[in-house]
């Protein structure tokens, strides 16, 4: 089992700059991808941002390459999502989740954190 906790969200004027983080706990030594998703009201759940847990590597959607950066510190056993240029229709509730190895995609999520931005 993998337990996740997001922090971070909050308020921001359009253009402006939030980190969300991510603090993973249990078996983490398992852990294969680290992701990020958003749900917007009345839309579905989409993908924002992944990022290998050994390795690094990251994928990002293109509605938020170049504006967002995941990254992870493995000794905290923790992930970021750092968002600048923040635009109205970035404005959603944010995920985190994990996918362990040998799981066939990501079977753990967060509770979620508001992320609200203002024209």
């Known amino acids: 089992q993998v337990q996740l906790v997001e922090s971070g969200g909050g308020l921001v004027q359009a253009g402006g700059s939030l980190r969300l983080s991510c603090a993973a706990s249990?078996?983490?030594?398992?852990?294969?991808?680290m992701g990020w998703f958003r749900q917007a009201p009345g839309k579905e759940r989409e993908f924002v941002a992944r990022?290998?847990?050994?390795?690094?590597?990251?994928s990002y959607a293109d509605s938020v390459k170049g504006r967002f950066t995941i990254s992870r510190d493995n000794a905290k056993n923790t992930v970021y999502l750092q968002m600048n240029s923040l635009k109205p229709e970035d404005t959603a509730v944010y995920f985190c989740?994990?996918?362990?190895?040998?799981?066939?995609?990501?079977?753990?999520w967060g509770q979620g954190t508001q992320v609200t931005v203002s024209s």
């Open positions: 989740a994990a996918w362990r190895l040998g799981d066939r995609g990501y079977d753990y």
């Open positions: 249990g078996r983490t030594s398992t852990l294969y991808t």
């Open positions: 990022i290998l847990w050994s390795g690094g590597g990251t």
